[in-house]
């Protein structure tokens, strides 16, 4: 096995620890709670907004307003 030079095997291993180091924020802040949250919240708007859902969901709005006011109504 051939000697290497202790600054080779310095600058090696700063370049390692900066790596890992790089990959562990990136990892902390993929598995960051709020983001998690924040990410779902912007995807359930954007597919809340697309026009069929919001209208299928305007109509099962619909569908419960009537079922409770029958069920009010019959008392």
Do not use: C, H, Y
Request: proline share 4%.
């Amino acid at each position: 096995m051939a000697e290497r030079d202790p600054d080779t095997i310095k600058q090696e291993i700063d370049q390692a620890r900066d790596q890992l180091a790089s990959t562990v924020d990136s990892l902390a802040e993929r598995a960051n709670p709020r983001r998690i949250a924040e990410d779902l919240r912007v995807r359930v708007i954007t597919f809340v907004k697309k026009p069929v859902v919001a209208i299928s969901l305007a109509g099962l709005g619909a569908v419960v307003v009537v079922v409770a006011v029958r069920r009010i109504r019959n008392r």
